[in-house]
Structure formats: structure tokens, C-alpha cells
């Protein structure tokens, strides 16, 4: 009786980490070739879902054409051979691999990647159908109790049989059971067939078999025979108790048979069923949608061949824009052609060369734009400068501009600048040329440089091509301003127009709603597998995309907002192509710099006309007018140019510092001389005041000093005067004096026309003054005028004459000090120190001069009091004596000096004679004693008393003779 099969019928398979293990099938027990059933494969019956690869839309979905998939009979475990023993731990894996090797056993089998995962929801809906029988069952089973017992026992009885087929087995040795037994090898011969039993010495006769040897040979084959029986045994009852399972693999077998039939039948009526539905509702419907798709296609093919033969007229519009100068357009149209030739028509294969022949087209315009604009430039900037200041052909500058930015030529400031250097070369030739013409004196033809020809031209001629060549310069600059304005304003135009451009597409990014254009590319997608039978699927993508955003537009919204989310191409062609926002403020200042260098430059080209001019030094021969003429129409060009360009050029103030520097020297050299000339010839001498001077010192009464405030009222009857009226004060001078006053109001007025040479003038002037207070030492205290003039004597009244004008020259330092500080910068009124020392030098000279006086008067007391005795008459001939130069001494400087300084002088003089007569009495030996020399001694101080006060302005003075007297011994 055959045991219940304990194991299901169908193999499960092994599942290690994660992957699919399959048992290998032993073959039938006689696995012949000739016998094996050939694999074949049954038609597919699973439809192959699409999954949007090239192959899936080109064939379409199929249900019936599918062969590749893993049917039953791709396995590749032998179905028998698994039935025979479906418990693997139990299965002794010997008697297998005899035949077919140990590999046999455990073999690792990839899954097939045809199968999909099996998860626990695949079985959901069988569980729930068999849930009610599975109840069922179990209910059944609680009914009937018996068949577990029964189950139970039989499986006793299993396990009895197996333990003593265990023990059967064992008895035969582990020799017959090794995999590697094989009778051919001697060993196995030998431990199988023990001939050392057969061999030994028997009874019988000689060479044949003992009745021992066939005992023993019998007994083996019957050991052999139990073995074989046990084996059988064995076999037989795993056999048996796996019958059930052998007749349900068979029934199974035949059941499966036919279900296959039933379903290849359902399969059979399905295609006919779904052959019916693809020629009822499908072939029409679809047959619509690619007659759409075609004659979109259509559409698509017609729209190309009129775009190819608008890109096949570029060429010649192209060279139409060019013959009318229309750069920019021709440009535009370059462009947009060569975007459509790499987006639209790209791999036409007609158009292969048009490219190429664009760009060289392009770099043939980039060059003639710049000969046009360096053509532009060199006609505007050369010609006449008086003719009309508006700017021609603004808009073809226009044009230009935008077309070298456009192609990023952004050098083109370069090319302008260089003619406006060969344009500023030209200025200077043709002001020379022009002036030459009406001046005769000069001959072209001798002298042709420009340096020699100015050179010989008189100052005023020179003066007046100068002040033409500034003319030229201002207006020059005036027409360089306008165009680089024009120049600026383009510019300012592009930088505008690449901010909102920025700025536009920023805000459309921000306002994308990037869900609805998934949403929107998903139903296009969708539309595009459905409706599409062919390799073009990015052709319908793009289709579709090109119909919404042609949607979009003629609903007003932006392309950047429509469902392609592609911006437009061609603007942001155009914009890729200008200059970024840096390079374009780059060129901005660029602008302003050049215009600062066109200043710059003709500054130097007037420093080169000034240059040429002084170098034989006529311009420090010049008068101070003159030169005054030239620093105003130096100063006033520089400040036009200043105010015109917004730059402080230096070069030409430079150059008229220089030539001031020599101006002045020259200016203080001649005065220097002069005033040494006047001063070798001065007498010393009271001079008349002429009524001009008075005049010129008069309107310096406020302070103001300048030349040109001077009146020039009344006739050639004016008288001069013997003083010079100065405040109400009277100033008895010389003659030089008075050239002195006016020299250095002629200082200061050139100051005031040149205020750059202040610095420079003090200095001179602080020379000028130390020369006449030195020189003046020199001949009246140092007696030169002796020599130099021929004077007999230094007298009194020289020396008085010459402090009072010394006093004049201080009174007028003050006023000098406070013009010169008014005109000097901060960081130079240190300079004005040198005042301080004049004064001091001057206040030391006076101090010397009037010691002087003083000495000359003490030496005629010294020489007359020696004399004097203490005697009748009275008074003596000493004091008449001394009182007669008091009176000589008072009418020389009375007249000259102030009152206050004629008692001053007049009381040292006193002072002196106090002294001499003090020794004098002394050494006479005469004393305070009431006696007669002393009654004479009276007398004589009386008469000197009396005779002095009645001398102007000396009243109060008199000898104290309390301090003439020795004490008494």
C-alpha cells in the first residue's frame, strides 16, 4: 500500500537572499538524447504592456505577437526527476550524482528577468475566493478527528519502515555507496572481490578449486545478493511511499493537458474578437489621426521650404543693406539666418556651405564698418572748424556705433582717438598757414618750418595766431564733445535696453508655474504615444510644443509663460550678441577718457606753440602788459577746456609757469638794474614830487595797490611838490625813492594779473628791497657816493634824507605784506617772513643813521670843548661856537625830518654835549661852589639855553646843570 504523499505535488522553489533558487530535475531513468522531448514554445498569451521605448511605439500595442516570453517549458529542472524526491533533507544526493556529478544537487539559477516579482498581493484575490473553503475545512477536520489518527499511524509506521530500511542499509558497507565507486579501479576490485580468499591452498588437486574456494565464492555472491536485495529493498519502499505522489504528477500532468487546450481555445476566440475590434474601432479612428499627423507634416514641410528659400534670398538682401550702408540690418539678418541654420534647417544638405559664407560675410562687414566709421571720423573731425557746429550725419554715427557694439568691436574709441591726434596735428599747421597769409615779411618758401616761421613774427602777430589756434582748439573740442555725446547716448541706449531685458526675463522666471507645465508636457507626451506611428517622437514632442506656444501667443501670454517654458530664441540671440553690461560701462569710461586726452592733447599742441616761440627767449623780453595778455589768454582756455571736458589739464599752465618763472627773472633783473643805476647816480639830493606820484600814492591811501587806479587828472601845468603827502604826513625824498615806490607797485600789479607767480615775486621783491637798503648803506653811511657820484661830503642833511626815505620804503612794507598774503596760497604764507627781516633791517639802518648824526655832532663838541677855558668875555667863543652848529645842524634836518623826530634826534644831541662838557669841566677842574668859574660856567649854559629853545621844535631843551657838575672832593 502506498504511503499518503507528504510533500505538495508542485516543487517550491528556494529562495536565498533575496533570489530565485530552482531544483534541478534529475533526467529519466534512461536519459537518452533520442528520447528527450524537444523544447518548444506555445504562442505568447500575455499582452506586453507599453513602456514607451522606440520598439513599443513603432509596433504598437500587441496582445498576440509577443513569443519571447518564459513559458513552462524554459525551465530548465526536469519535472520528474523533482517529483522523485521533493524532500531535499531527506534525499541522499549519492545515488544522483552517480550519474550526473555532485553540481547536480545544489545549482544556483539566476531568475529570469522575463518574470516579474512575486509579492503577497498577487495572491490576495485567490485568498479571499478560497477563504470560504479553507473554512470549510477546517471545520471538517474538527468533524473528523479519525483521519488525523489514522494520519498519525501511517506516519508511525513510515517512520518505523524508514528507521529499519536505515539499519538494513547499514549492514551493506559505505564501498557500494561512495560516488566515486567504480569496479575498474584495482583497490575497489579488490576490497569488493577479496581473491586472497580464492587463492589459498585447498585439498583437491593441484590447480583446481577446493570445495573451500567455492564455498567462499558462494558465500560472497549470496553477501552480494543480500546486499543487492537490502538495496532493492530500500528502493522499493521510497518508491512505495512516494506512489501517491507519482500518480498525482501524472494526473496533474493530464489535468494541466487540458487546461492548456481550454486555453488555447479563450486564446483563439480572443484574437478573433480583438481582430474585429482593431478593424471596427481602431483602424478608422487611427487611420484619422495619422492623416492629421500627415498633413502637419505637411504643413511643417511646406513652412520649411518657404524658410529655406527666404534663407536662400539672404545673400542678396544682405548685399542690398550693405549698398545702403544699413549695417546694423544686415547684421540682423546675418544673424537670425545662421540661427535658423543651426536650429531649423540644420543637416539641410543644400545649406551646408551658407554658413561658412555668412560668417566671412559678417567679418567683410565688421571691416567695413570700421573704414566707414575711421571715413566718418577723419572727414568730421578735418573739416572746417568755422563752418557749421552741428554734428552731420548723426543718425549714420548712430548706425555705426550700434553696429560696431553689436559685433563687439568695442576698439572703435581707439580709431577715434587716433584721428583726433592727427586732427589736432592738422589745427596748429592750418592756423599757422592762415595767418601767414597776410603777414609779407615772412617767406614760406626760405623758412617752412613752423617753429622759425612764429619765431619771426612779431608778438602781437604771434599773440593773435595764438589766441586763433585757442579759438580753433574750443571749437574743436566742441565738435569732439557732440559726436562722443551722440557716441554716449547710444550706449546709454544699449545699457537701458540689456536692463530690461534682464529684468523681464527675471520676472517671467519668477512667475513660471512649473506644475502645469509638467502637467501640460505629460498630456503632450501622452497625445504624442497614442496618436504617433513612426521613429519621430521628438518631432511630434516638438510639434506639439511649437502648437501651444502658438496658442500662447494668441492668447496675449508670454512664450516664457506658455508650456513649452522655452524662451524666445531670437531675442535671446540678440542679446547674447551685445556687450555685456560691464564691457559697456567699460566703454563709457572710455568716452569720458578720451575726451579728457582730446583736452589734454590740445594743451600740449598750444605748449608746443608757446615752446617754439620762447626759445630764443622773445617772451621774457615782453613787457609785463603783454605778458599779463598772454596769462589771461592762457588761463581763460584752460578754464573754457575745464568747464567744456571736466578735466584740469596742466601741460599748458605748466608750460606758462615756466615761462613766468623766466618772465620774472627777467623782470626782477631789470628792475634790480635799473635801481642800481639809480642809485650810482643819485646825489642824495631833495628831489621835487612830481604831481603823478602824488597821484599814484594818493590812490594807495585805502590800502589798494594797482597801477591802473592811478588818475590822470589835470594838465602839463601841474606843479611838483617839495614833500610827498603820504597820510597828512610830509616825506622829503630822493629821486630814486620814488622809482622805487612805483617798481614795486608795478610787483604787485603783476601779482594781481599773474597771481600764479606770487610766490616767486615776493621773493624777488624781498631781493629788491635788501638791494636799496644795502646799496643806500653803502653810499651814504659807507661814504660810496664819494667815489660813485663825485660828492665832496657826506653831510647831514644827506644822512637825514636818506632815513626818511628809508622810513617811506618801511611805511609801504606793510601794505606790500598784506597784497602779497591776499594772493598767496595757505601753504606759501611762510614766505612772508622775509617782510619781517626787511623791516628790521631797515629800522637797524635808520638806528645807524641817526647814531651817525649824532657822532658827527658829538665830534664838533668833543673838538670845540677841548678848547674852552672858564673866562671873560661871556659867553666864550666855545658855546658861540657850539650853539652855531646846533643851528646849522637844525636847518639841515628840520626841513627833513618830523618834529618828534628832530627833538628826538636834537635831545641825543644835547645829551652828547652834556657829556663833553661834563669831562671838560672836570678836567678843568671847575665844581659847583658859587664861586666866579662857576658864575661863567652860568652864564655860558644860559646862552646855549636861550639860543637852542629858540630853535623850531626844540623848546624844551636845555642842560641840566645838575649833571654837569662833578661832586665836591
Given at each position: 500500500?502506498?504511503?499518503?504523499?507528504?510533500?505538495?505535488?508542485?516543487?517550491?522553489?528556494?529562495?536565498?537572499?533575496?533570489?530565485?533558487?530552482?531544483?534541478?530535475?534529475?533526467?529519466?531513468?534512461?536519459?537518452?538524447?533520442?528520447?528527450?522531448?524537444?523544447?518548444?514554445?506555445?504562442?505568447?498569451?500575455?499582452?506586453?504592456?507599453?513602456?514607451?521605448?522606440?520598439?513599443?511605439?513603432?509596433?504598437?500595442?500587441?496582445?498576440v505577437s509577443e513569443h519571447d516570453r518564459w513559458t513552462v517549458y524554459s525551465s530548465k529542472v526536469n519535472l520528474p526527476a523533482?517529483?522523485?524526491?521533493?524532500?531535499?533533507?531527506?534525499?541522499?544526493?549519492?545515488?544522483?550524482?552517480?550519474?550526473?556529478?555532485?553540481?547536480?544537487?545544489?545549482?544556483?539559477?539566476?531568475?529570469?528577468?522575463?518574470?516579474?516579482?512575486?509579492?503577497?498581493?498577487?495572491?490576495?484575490?485567490?485568498?479571499?475566493?478560497?477563504?470560504?473553503?479553507?473554512?470549510?475545512?477546517?471545520?471538517?477536520?474538527?468533524?473528523?478527528?479519525?483521519?488525523?489518527?489514522?494520519?498519525?499511524?501511517?506516519?508511525?509506521?513510515?517512520?518505523?519502515?524508514?528507521?529499519?530500511?536505515?539499519?538494513?542499509?547499514?549492514?551493506?558497507?559505505?564501498?557500494?555507496?561512495?560516488?566515486?565507486?567504480?569496479?575498474?579501479?584495482?583497490?575497489?576490485?579488490?576490497?569488493?572481490?577479496?581473491?586472497?580468499?580464492?587463492?589459498?591452498?585447498?585439498?583437491?588437486?593441484?590447480?583446481?578449486?577446493?570445495?573451500?574456494?567455492?564455498?567462499s565464492s558462494k558465500l560472497l555472491q549470496e553477501k552480494l545478493s543480500h546486499y543487492l536485495d537490502v538495496v532493492e529493498v530500500?528502493?522499493?519502499?521510497?518508491?512505495?511511499?512516494?506512489?501517491?505522489?507519482?500518480?498525482?504528477?501524472?494526473?496533474?500532468?493530464?489535468?494541466?493537458?487540458?487546461?492548456?487546450?481550454?486555453?488555447?481555445?479563450?486564446?483563439?476566440?480572443?484574437?478573433?474578437?480583438?481582430?474585429?475590434?482593431?478593424?471596427?474601432?481602431?483602424?478608422?479612428?487611427?487611420?484619422?489621426?495619422?492623416?492629421?499627423?500627415?498633413?502637419?507634416?505637411?504643413?511643417?514641410?511646406?513652412?520649411?521650404?518657404?524658410?529655406?528659400?527666404?534663407?536662400?534670398?539672404?545673400?542678396?538682401?544682405?548685399?542690398?543693406?550693405?549698398?545702403?550702408?544699413?549695417?546694423?540690418?544686415?547684421?540682423?539678418?546675418?544673424?537670425?539666418?545662421?540661427?535658423?541654420?543651426?536650429?531649423?534647417?540644420?543637416?539641410?544638405?543644400?545649406?551646408?556651405?551658407?554658413?561658412?559664407?555668412?560668417?566671412?560675410?559678417?567679418?567683410?562687414?565688421?571691416?567695413?564698418?570700421?573704414?566707414?566709421?575711421?571715413?566718418?571720423?577723419?572727414?568730421?573731425?578735418?573739416?572746417?572748424?568755422?563752418?557749421?557746429?552741428?554734428?552731420?550725419?548723426?543718425?549714420?554715427?548712430?548706425?555705426?556705433?550700434?553696429?560696431?557694439?553689436?559685433?563687439?568691436?568695442?576698439?572703435?574709441?581707439?580709431?577715434?582717438?587716433?584721428?583726433?591726434?592727427?586732427?589736432?596735428?592738422?589745427?596748429?599747421?592750418?592756423?599757422?598757414?592762415?595767418?601767414?597769409?597776410?603777414?609779407?615779411?615772412?617767406?614760406?618758401?626760405?623758412?617752412?618750418k613752423l617753429a622759425e616761421q612764429m619765431r619771426l613774427m612779431t608778438f602781437l602777430q604771434w599773440f593773435e595766431l595764438l589766441?586763433?589756434?585757442?579759438?580753433?582748439?574750443?571749437?574743436?573740442?566742441?565738435?569732439?564733445?557732440?559726436?562722443?555725446?551722440?557716441?554716449?547716448?547710444?550706449?546709454?541706449?544699449?545699457?537701458?535696453?540689456?536692463?530690461?531685458?534682464?529684468?523681464?526675463?527675471?520676472?517671467?522666471?519668477?512667475?513660471?508655474?512649473?506644475?502645469?507645465?509638467?502637467?501640460?508636457?505629460?498630456?503632450?507626451?501622452?497625445?504624442?504615444?497614442?496618436?504617433?506611428?513612426?521613429?519621430?517622437?521628438?518631432?511630434?514632442?516638438?510639434?506639439?510644443?511649437?502648437?501651444?506656444?502658438?496658442?500662447?501667443?494668441?492668447?496675449?501670454?508670454?512664450?516664457?509663460?506658455?508650456?513649452?517654458?522655452?524662451?524666445?530664441?531670437?531675442?535671446?540671440?540678440?542679446?547674447?550678441?551685445?556687450?555685456?553690461?560691464?564691457?559697456?560701462?567699460?566703454?563709457?569710461?572710455?568716452?569720458?577718457?578720451?575726451?579728457?586726452?582730446?583736452?589734454?592733447?590740445?594743451?600740449?599742441?598750444?605748449?608746443?606753440?608757446?615752446?617754439?616761440?620762447?626759445?630764443?627767449?622773445?617772451?621774457?623780453?615782453?613787457?609785463?602788459?603783454?605778458?599779463?595778455?598772454?596769462?589771461?589768454?592762457?588761463?581763460?582756455?584752460?578754464?573754457?577746456?575745464?568747464?567744456?571736458?571736466?578735466?584740469?589739464?596742466?601741460?599748458?599752465?605748466?608750460?606758462?609757469?615756466?615761462?613766468?618763472?623766466?618772465?620774472?627773472?627777467?623782470?626782477?633783473?631789470?628792475?634790480?638794474?635799473?635801481?642800481?643805476?639809480?642809485?650810482?647816480?643819485?646825489?642824495?639830493?631833495?628831489?621835487?614830487?612830481?604831481?603823478?606820484?602824488?597821484?599814484?600814492?594818493?590812490?594807495?591811501?585805502?590800502?589798494?595797490?594797482?597801477?591802473?587806479?592811478?588818475?590822470?587828472?589835470?594838465?602839463?601845468?601841474?606843479?611838483?611838490?617839495?614833500?610827498?603827502?603820504?597820510?597828512?604826513?610830509?616825506?622829503?625824498?630822493?629821486?630814486?625813492?620814488?622809482?622805487?615806490?612805483?617798481?614795486?607797485?608795478?610787483?604787485?600789479?603783476?601779482?594781481?594779473?599773474?597771481?600764479?607767480?606770487?610766490?616767486?615775486?615776493?621773493?624777488?621783491?624781498?631781493?629788491?628791497?635788501?638791494?636799496?637798503?644795502?646799496?643806500?648803506?653803502?653810499?651814504?653811511?659807507?661814504?660810496?657816493?664819494?667815489?660813485?657820484?663825485?660828492?665832496?661830503?657826506?653831510?647831514?642833511?644827506?644822512?637825514?634824507?636818506?632815513?626818511?626815505?628809508?622810513?617811506?620804503?618801511?611805511?609801504?612794507?606793510?601794505?606790500?605784506?598784506?597784497?602779497?598774503?591776499?594772493?598767496?596760497?595757505?601753504?606759501?604764507?611762510?614766505?612772508?617772513?622775509?617782510?619781517?627781516?626787511?623791516?628790521?633791517?631797515?629800522?637797524?639802518?635808520?638806528?645807524?643813521?641817526?647814531?651817525?648824526?649824532?657822532?658827527?655832532?658829538?665830534?664838533?663838541?668833543?673838538?670845540?670843548?677841548?678848547?674852552?677855558?672858564?673866562?671873560?668875555?661871556?659867553?666864550?667863543?666855545?658855546?658861540?661856537?657850539?650853539?652855531?652848529?646846533?643851528?646849522?645842524?637844525?636847518?639841515?634836518?628840520?626841513?627833513?625830518?618830523?618834529?618828534?623826530?628832530?627833538?628826538?634826534?636834537?635831545?641825543?644831541?644835547?645829551?652828547?654835549?652834556?657829556?663833553?662838557?661834563?669831562?671838560?669841566?672836570?678836567?678843568?677842574?671847575?665844581?659847583?661852589?658859587?664861586?666866579?668859574?662857576?658864575?661863567?660856567?652860568?652864564?655860558?649854559?644860559?646862552?646855549?639855553?636861550?639860543?637852542?629853545?629858540?630853535?623850531?621844535?626844540?623848546?624844551?631843551?636845555?642842560?641840566?646843570?645838575?649833571?654837569?657838575?662833578?661832586?665836591?672832593?
Amino acid at each position: 500500500m502506498a504511503a499518503r504523499p507528504i510533500s505538495s505535488p508542485v516543487p517550491r522553489p528556494a529562495v536565498r537572499d533575496g533570489l530565485f533558487r530552482k531544483e534541478r530535475d534529475p533526467p529519466s531513468p534512461c536519459p537518452s538524447p533520442s528520447r528527450r522531448r524537444p523544447t518548444r514554445s506555445l504562442p505568447d498569451v500575455c499582452p506586453k504592456e507599453p513602456t514607451g521605448d522606440g520598439r513599443g511605439l513603432r509596433e504598437g500595442p500587441s496582445v498576440v505577437s509577443e513569443h519571447d516570453r518564459w513559458t513552462v517549458y524554459s525551465s530548465k529542472v526536469n519535472l520528474p526527476a523533482a517529483l522523485n524526491d521533493p524532500r531535499l533533507a531527506k534525499r541522499e544526493s549519492d545515488f544522483f550524482t552517480k550519474t550526473w556529478g555532485v553540481d547536480f544537487a545544489e545549482t544556483e539559477v539566476m531568475p529570469s528577468f522575463c518574470l516579474s516579482n512575486v509579492v503577497p498581493e498577487h495572491f490576495s484575490a485567490y485568498l479571499q475566493e478560497s477563504a470560504q473553503r479553507e473554512r470549510i475545512h477546517q471545520r471538517c477536520k474538527t468533524l473528523c478527528p479519525i483521519k488525523d489518527d489514522i494520519v498519525e499511524a501511517v506516519s508511525s509506521i513510515s517512520t518505523n519502515q524508514v528507521e529499519k530500511s536505515r539499519a538494513e542499509l547499514d549492514q551493506v558497507p559505505k564501498i557500494f555507496l561512495k560516488p566515486d565507486f567504480a569496479l575498474d579501479e584495482p583497490s575497489t576490485f579488490n576490497a569488493v572481490l577479496p581473491w586472497s580468499h580464492f587463492n589459498g591452498g585447498g585439498g583437491g588437486g593441484g590447480g583446481g578449486r577446493s570445495s573451500r574456494d567455492v564455498a567462499s565464492s558462494k558465500l560472497l555472491q549470496e553477501k552480494l545478493s543480500h546486499y543487492l536485495d537490502v538495496v532493492e529493498v530500500s528502493i522499493a519502499r521510497q518508491i512505495s511511499l512516494r506512489s501517491e505522489a507519482f500518480f498525482h504528477a501524472m494526473s496533474s500532468q493530464h489535468e494541466l493537458r487540458d487546461r492548456l487546450k481550454e486555453t488555447q481555445e479563450a486564446v483563439a476566440v480572443l484574437r478573433r474578437r480583438t481582430a474585429a475590434i482593431d478593424r471596427v474601432m481602431c483602424q478608422g479612428p487611427l487611420a484619422a489621426l495619422r492623416a492629421a499627423l500627415t498633413r502637419n507634416n505637411c504643413v511643417k514641410l511646406h513652412n520649411k521650404l518657404k524658410l529655406m528659400a527666404a534663407v536662400h534670398q539672404t545673400q542678396p538682401t544682405v548685399q542690398l543693406l550693405l549698398s545702403t550702408a544699413e549695417f546694423v540690418g544686415a547684421l540682423e539678418l546675418i544673424a537670425t539666418t545662421k540661427e535658423v541654420l543651426q536650429q531649423e534647417l540644420q543637416g539641410v544638405h543644400s545649406f551646408r556651405h551658407l554658413g561658412s559664407q555668412l560668417c566671412e560675410l559678417e567679418k567683410l562687414i565688421d571691416k567695413m564698418m570700421v573704414e566707414d566709421f575711421s571715413m566718418y571720423a577723419r572727414s568730421e573731425l578735418q573739416r572746417s572748424l568755422r563752418d557749421d557746429t552741428q554734428l552731420l550725419e548723426k543718425e549714420r554715427l548712430q548706425s555705426l556705433v550700434f553696429g560696431l557694439l553689436r559685433q563687439r568691436k568695442l576698439d572703435f574709441l581707439d580709431i577715434y582717438g587716433d584721428e583726433m591726434m592727427a586732427a589736432a596735428k592738422a589745427i596748429v599747421s592750418q592756423c599757422v598757414a592762415e595767418r601767414l597769409v597776410s603777414i609779407d615779411d615772412i617767406d614760406t618758401e626760405v623758412v617752412t618750418k613752423l617753429a622759425e616761421q612764429m619765431r619771426l613774427m612779431t608778438f602781437l602777430q604771434w599773440f593773435e595766431l595764438l589766441k586763433d589756434v585757442f579759438d580753433c582748439f574750443l571749437l574743436f573740442l566742441h565738435r569732439m564733445k557732440a559726436t562722443l555725446g551722440v557716441i554716449r547716448s547710444v550706449v546709454l541706449e544699449v545699457l537701458e535696453s540689456n536692463q530690461k531685458i534682464s529684468s523681464v526675463e527675471k520676472s517671467h522666471l519668477e512667475h513660471q508655474q512649473p506644475h502645469e507645465a509638467l502637467v501640460t508636457c505629460g498630456d503632450v507626451a501622452e497625445l504624442a504615444y497614442l496618436t504617433h506611428d513612426g521613429p519621430f517622437i521628438s518631432d511630434a514632442l516638438h510639434a506639439a510644443n511649437a502648437h501651444q506656444a502658438r496658442d500662447a501667443t494668441s492668447s496675449g501670454m508670454p512664450a516664457a509663460e506658455s508650456g513649452s517654458g522655452e524662451p524666445n530664441v531670437m531675442s535671446n540671440t540678440a542679446g547674447d550678441m551685445m556687450p555685456s553690461d560691464l564691457e559697456l560701462k567699460r566703454v563709457l569710461n572710455n568716452i569720458q577718457e578720451l575726451l579728457h586726452a582730446a583736452s589734454d592733447v590740445s594743451h600740449d599742441r598750444c605748449v608746443k606753440i608757446l615752446t617754439a616761440r620762447a626759445k630764443d627767449g622773445s617772451l621774457e623780453r615782453i613787457s609785463s602788459a603783454e605778458f599779463v595778455d598772454l596769462s589771461v589768454a592762457v588761463e581763460s582756455f584752460a578754464k573754457a577746456t575745464e568747464e567744456l571736458c571736466d578735466r584740469r589739464s596742466v601741460s599748458l599752465r605748466g608750460a606758462l609757469q615756466s615761462q613766468a618763472d623766466r618772465f620774472v627773472h627777467r623782470f626782477h633783473e631789470e628792475r634790480k638794474t635799473k635801481l642800481s643805476l639809480l642809485l650810482d647816480n643819485e646825489r642824495w639830493k631833495q628831489a621835487e614830487v612830481p604831481a603823478e606820484f602824488q597821484e599814484l600814492v594818493d590812490s594807495m591811501a585805502d590800502g589798494t595797490i594797482a597801477l591802473a587806479a592811478r588818475k590822470a587828472t589835470g594838465g602839463d601845468d601841474r606843479k611838483p611838490g617839495d614833500f610827498l603827502l603820504v597820510k597828512g604826513r610830509k616825506y622829503a625824498v630822493v629821486g630814486t625813492v620814488l622809482l622805487l615806490i612805483r617798481i614795486f607797485l608795478e610787483y604787485c600789479q603783476c601779482v594781481n594779473d599773474i597771481p600764479a607767480v606770487a610766490t616767486d615775486m615776493l621773493t624777488r621783491l624781498a631781493d629788491l628791497l635788501k638791494h636799496f637798503n644795502s646799496r643806500s648803506c653803502q653810499l651814504v653811511l659807507g661814504a660810496g657816493a664819494l667815489q660813485v657820484v663825485g660828492l665832496k661830503t657826506i653831510t647831514t642833511k644827506n644822512l637825514a634824507l636818506a632815513s626818511r626815505c628809508l622810513q617811506l620804503v618801511m611805511f609801504y612794507i606793510p601794505v606790500i605784506r598784506r597784497h602779497f598774503e591776499s594772493k598767496l596760497q595757505p601753504k606759501h604764507l611762510s614766505v612772508l617772513r622775509h617782510f619781517d627781516h626787511i623791516t628790521k633791517d631797515y629800522n637797524d639802518h635808520v638806528a645807524e643813521i641817526w647814531a651817525k648824526l649824532v657822532a658827527i655832532m658829538d665830534s664838533v663838541f668833543e673838538k670845540v670843548l677841548t678848547k674852552y677855558e672858564v673866562k671873560a668875555p661871556m659867553p666864550s667863543s666855545c658855546f658861540r661856537h657850539v650853539c652855531k652848529q646846533m643851528v646849522k645842524m637844525h636847518e639841515a634836518i628840520n626841513d627833513l625830518l618830523p618834529a618828534e623826530q628832530t627833538q628826538m634826534l636834537f635831545s641825543r644831541i644835547n645829551g652828547s654835549l652834556k657829556m663833553n662838557l661834563k669831562r671838560q669841566l672836570a678836567r678843568l677842574a671847575v665844581v659847583n661852589d658859587g664861586g666866579p668859574q662857576h658864575g661863567l660856567v652860568v652864564v655860558d649854559v644860559a646862552f646855549y639855553t636861550e639860543n637852542v629853545q629858540a630853535l623850531k621844535n626844540l623848546e624844551t631843551l636845555d642842560l641840566n646843570m645838575a649833571e654837569i657838575w662833578e661832586q665836591k672832593r
